[in-house]
Protein backbone atom coordinates (compact mmCIF):
# COMPACT_ATOMS: atom_id res chain seq x y z
CA UNK A 1 0.00 0.00 0.00
CA UNK A 2 1.55 3.37 -1.07
CA UNK A 3 1.05 5.86 1.41
CA UNK A 4 0.01 9.14 0.89
CA UNK A 5 1.80 12.56 1.17
CA UNK A 6 -1.15 14.19 2.76
CA UNK A 7 -4.37 12.42 4.80
CA UNK A 8 -7.43 14.50 6.14
CA UNK A 9 -9.77 12.25 8.92
CA UNK A 10 -13.28 13.34 8.76
CA UNK A 11 -15.05 12.52 12.29
CA UNK A 12 -18.29 13.47 13.55
CA UNK A 13 -17.47 13.79 17.28
CA UNK A 14 -14.25 13.81 19.01
CA UNK A 15 -13.02 9.84 19.45
CA UNK A 16 -14.62 9.21 15.84
CA UNK A 17 -11.70 9.38 14.03
CA UNK A 18 -9.73 7.14 16.78
CA UNK A 19 -12.28 4.35 17.21
CA UNK A 20 -12.89 4.35 13.61
CA UNK A 21 -9.63 4.84 12.03
CA UNK A 22 -6.30 5.94 14.75
CA UNK A 23 -4.49 2.32 13.15
CA UNK A 24 -4.59 3.73 10.06
CA UNK A 25 -4.03 7.35 11.06
CA UNK A 26 -0.89 6.02 13.18
CA UNK A 27 0.44 3.75 10.34
CA UNK A 28 0.55 6.79 8.17
CA UNK A 29 1.96 8.88 9.92
CA UNK A 30 4.75 6.79 11.33
CA UNK A 31 5.44 6.44 7.65
CA UNK A 32 5.57 10.24 7.31
CA UNK A 33 2.05 11.25 6.18
CA UNK A 34 0.86 14.74 7.69
CA UNK A 35 -2.55 13.78 8.84
CA UNK A 36 -5.43 16.65 9.85
CA UNK A 37 -8.21 15.56 12.22
CA UNK A 38 -11.27 17.50 11.41
CA UNK A 39 -14.25 16.94 14.09
CA UNK A 40 -17.40 18.48 12.99
CA UNK A 41 -19.16 19.13 16.15
CA UNK A 42 -17.54 19.36 19.73
CA UNK A 43 -19.34 16.78 20.99
CA UNK A 44 -21.24 18.26 23.53
CA UNK A 45 -24.38 16.54 23.77
CA UNK A 46 -21.85 13.47 24.91
CA UNK A 47 -20.57 12.64 28.49
CA UNK A 48 -21.33 10.12 31.26
CA UNK A 49 -20.84 12.71 34.21
CA UNK A 50 -23.80 14.81 35.26
CA UNK A 51 -22.07 16.24 37.98
CA UNK A 52 -19.95 17.86 34.93
CA UNK A 53 -21.45 21.32 33.79
CA UNK A 54 -22.50 21.38 29.78
CA UNK A 55 -20.74 24.24 29.31
CA UNK A 56 -17.56 22.76 30.17
CA UNK A 57 -18.12 19.36 27.82
CA UNK A 58 -16.86 21.12 24.27
CA UNK A 59 -13.61 21.99 25.56
CA UNK A 60 -13.06 18.79 27.76
CA UNK A 61 -13.83 17.20 24.45
CA UNK A 62 -11.72 19.23 21.94
CA UNK A 63 -8.58 18.13 24.52
CA UNK A 64 -8.89 14.77 24.59
CA UNK A 65 -8.91 14.87 20.84
CA UNK A 66 -6.12 16.81 20.60
CA UNK A 67 -4.36 13.99 23.04
CA UNK A 68 -5.61 11.43 20.90
CA UNK A 69 -4.01 12.75 17.74
CA UNK A 70 -0.83 13.54 19.34
CA UNK A 71 -1.15 10.13 20.39
CA UNK A 72 -1.36 9.02 16.65
CA UNK A 73 1.25 11.19 15.49
CA UNK A 74 -1.33 13.53 13.59
CA UNK A 75 -0.04 16.57 12.37
CA UNK A 76 -2.90 18.70 13.61
CA UNK A 77 -6.62 18.91 14.52
CA UNK A 78 -9.56 21.14 12.92
CA UNK A 79 -13.08 21.62 15.16
CA UNK A 80 -15.93 22.92 12.71
CA UNK A 81 -18.33 23.88 16.10
CA UNK A 82 -21.00 22.20 14.64
CA UNK A 83 -23.98 21.16 17.18
CA UNK A 84 -23.91 17.87 18.92
CA UNK A 85 -27.11 15.54 17.22
CA UNK A 86 -27.91 17.69 14.52
CA UNK A 87 -25.27 17.73 11.78
CA UNK A 88 -26.79 17.62 8.58
CA UNK A 89 -25.77 18.28 4.72
CA UNK A 90 -26.01 21.45 4.42
CA UNK A 91 -24.54 24.41 2.45
CA UNK A 92 -22.67 25.61 5.53
CA UNK A 93 -21.06 22.40 6.35
CA UNK A 94 -20.47 21.48 2.61
CA UNK A 95 -18.69 25.00 2.47
CA UNK A 96 -16.65 24.50 5.60
CA UNK A 97 -15.23 20.77 4.51
CA UNK A 98 -14.58 22.55 1.13
CA UNK A 99 -12.44 24.54 2.77
CA UNK A 100 -10.14 22.26 4.59
CA UNK A 101 -9.85 19.77 1.78
CA UNK A 102 -8.58 22.41 -0.58
CA UNK A 103 -6.07 24.13 2.46
CA UNK A 104 -4.78 20.57 3.42
CA UNK A 105 -4.40 19.43 -0.04
CA UNK A 106 -4.88 15.63 0.87
CA UNK A 107 -4.05 12.66 -1.18
CA UNK A 108 -6.44 11.03 0.90
CA UNK A 109 -9.70 11.53 2.72
CA UNK A 110 -10.94 9.35 5.48
CA UNK A 111 -14.20 9.39 6.94
CA UNK A 112 -17.81 7.87 7.85
CA UNK A 113 -19.57 5.29 5.55
CA UNK A 114 -22.63 7.27 4.54
CA UNK A 115 -24.74 3.85 4.70
CA UNK A 116 -25.67 1.81 7.64
CA UNK A 117 -24.20 -1.57 8.63
CA UNK A 118 -26.81 -3.47 10.40
CA UNK A 119 -24.26 -5.34 12.01
CA UNK A 120 -23.56 -2.86 13.98
CA UNK A 121 -26.76 -0.41 14.20
CA UNK A 122 -25.53 1.03 17.48
CA UNK A 123 -22.66 2.50 16.27
CA UNK A 124 -24.81 4.81 13.64
CA UNK A 125 -25.55 8.12 15.05
CA UNK A 126 -27.31 10.00 12.50
CA UNK A 127 -24.64 12.98 12.95
CA UNK A 128 -21.88 9.84 11.63
CA UNK A 129 -24.34 9.19 8.47
CA UNK A 130 -24.67 12.94 7.36
CA UNK A 131 -21.05 13.41 7.71
CA UNK A 132 -20.24 10.70 5.61
CA UNK A 133 -22.50 12.46 3.07
CA UNK A 134 -21.36 16.05 3.68
CA UNK A 135 -17.79 14.69 3.07
CA UNK A 136 -18.56 13.12 -0.17
CA UNK A 137 -20.14 16.24 -1.52
CA UNK A 138 -17.12 18.30 -0.26
CA UNK A 139 -15.09 16.07 -1.94
CA UNK A 140 -16.96 15.89 -5.15
CA UNK A 141 -18.09 18.15 -6.82
CA UNK A 142 -17.31 21.06 -4.33
CA UNK A 143 -13.51 21.40 -3.63
CA UNK A 144 -12.49 20.71 -7.30
CA UNK A 145 -15.31 22.87 -8.64
CA UNK A 146 -14.08 26.14 -9.34
CA UNK A 147 -17.53 27.77 -9.28
CA UNK A 148 -18.35 26.36 -5.70
CA UNK A 149 -17.84 28.73 -2.47
CA UNK A 150 -15.59 31.05 -4.70
CA UNK A 151 -15.73 33.76 -1.01
CA UNK A 152 -12.97 30.47 -0.19
CA UNK A 153 -10.74 32.10 -2.31
CA UNK A 154 -8.58 29.05 -2.24
CA UNK A 155 -7.58 27.07 -5.18
CA UNK A 156 -9.25 24.11 -6.32
CA UNK A 157 -7.92 20.65 -5.24
CA UNK A 158 -8.97 17.03 -6.64
CA UNK A 159 -9.07 14.25 -4.33
CA UNK A 160 -8.23 10.54 -5.90
CA UNK A 161 -9.68 8.47 -3.09
CA UNK A 162 -12.37 8.62 -0.06
CA UNK A 163 -11.92 5.96 2.26
CA UNK A 164 -14.62 5.58 4.43
CA UNK A 165 -15.10 3.46 8.15
CA UNK A 166 -17.84 1.25 9.24
CA UNK A 167 -19.89 0.47 6.37
CA UNK A 168 -21.86 -2.68 4.70
CA UNK A 169 -19.70 -3.03 1.77
CA UNK A 170 -15.62 -2.86 3.47
CA UNK A 171 -13.29 -3.83 0.33
CA UNK A 172 -9.93 -3.24 2.15
CA UNK A 173 -8.52 -4.36 5.59
CA UNK A 174 -5.58 -2.91 6.86
CA UNK A 175 -3.03 -4.75 9.25
CA UNK A 176 -2.65 -2.44 12.25
CA UNK A 177 -1.11 -4.88 14.89
CA UNK A 178 1.87 -2.68 14.65
CA UNK A 179 0.20 0.29 15.70
CA UNK A 180 -2.30 -1.54 18.16
CA UNK A 181 -0.82 0.30 21.21
CA UNK A 182 -0.81 3.71 20.03
CA UNK A 183 -4.35 2.94 18.83
CA UNK A 184 -5.57 2.16 22.24
CA UNK A 185 -3.88 5.34 23.66
CA UNK A 186 -5.54 7.43 21.40
CA UNK A 187 -8.71 5.81 22.06
CA UNK A 188 -7.93 5.81 26.02
CA UNK A 189 -7.64 9.74 25.77
CA UNK A 190 -11.59 9.66 25.53
CA UNK A 191 -12.27 9.25 28.92
CA UNK A 192 -14.97 11.48 29.21
CA UNK A 193 -16.82 8.48 26.75
CA UNK A 194 -14.97 5.66 27.90
CA UNK A 195 -17.28 4.65 30.30
CA UNK A 196 -19.67 3.56 27.25
CA UNK A 197 -17.40 0.56 27.42
CA UNK A 198 -18.30 -2.93 29.01
CA UNK A 199 -14.65 -3.76 29.36
CA UNK A 200 -11.74 -1.94 28.98
CA UNK A 201 -10.64 -0.03 25.59
CA UNK A 202 -8.06 -2.67 24.63
CA UNK A 203 -10.70 -5.51 25.23
CA UNK A 204 -12.91 -3.96 23.13
CA UNK A 205 -10.42 -2.47 20.37
CA UNK A 206 -8.63 -6.02 20.09
CA UNK A 207 -11.91 -8.23 20.00
CA UNK A 208 -13.18 -5.68 17.42
CA UNK A 209 -9.89 -5.42 15.21
CA UNK A 210 -9.27 -9.39 15.87
CA UNK A 211 -12.84 -10.07 14.57
CA UNK A 212 -12.25 -8.37 11.45
CA UNK A 213 -9.06 -9.45 10.66
CA UNK A 214 -9.93 -13.04 10.46
CA UNK A 215 -13.35 -11.68 8.44
CA UNK A 216 -10.68 -10.39 6.11
CA UNK A 217 -7.94 -13.73 5.77
CA UNK A 218 -5.53 -12.14 7.52
CA UNK A 219 -3.29 -14.81 9.74
CA UNK A 220 -4.24 -15.93 13.09
CA UNK A 221 -3.70 -13.37 16.35
CA UNK A 222 -3.28 -10.04 13.45
CA UNK A 223 -5.76 -7.29 14.52
CA UNK A 224 -6.95 -4.67 11.57
CA UNK A 225 -9.21 -2.27 10.50
CA UNK A 226 -11.42 -2.34 7.63
CA UNK A 227 -12.99 -0.05 4.46
CA UNK A 228 -14.49 0.70 1.36
CA UNK A 229 -12.06 2.63 -0.39
CA UNK A 230 -13.83 4.89 -3.32
CA UNK A 231 -11.77 6.22 -6.21
CA UNK A 232 -13.18 10.09 -6.09
CA UNK A 233 -10.71 11.01 -9.26
Not at 73 to 84: H, I
Not at 164 to 187: E, I, L, S
Request: proline share 6%.
Amino acid sequence: MDIPARALVVGAHPDDADFGAGGLIALWASQGCEVTVVCVTDGDGGGFDADVPREDVPGIRRAEQQAAADALGATRCVFLGRPDGFVTVDRDLRRDLARVVREVRPDVVVTHAPERNYRFVFLYHPDHLATGAAVLAAVYPDARNAFAFPELELPTWEVPQVWQFGGPADDRAVDVTDVFAAKVRACSAHGSQTPMLDRSVEAELREHLGRTAREHGLPEGRLAEAYRVVDTA
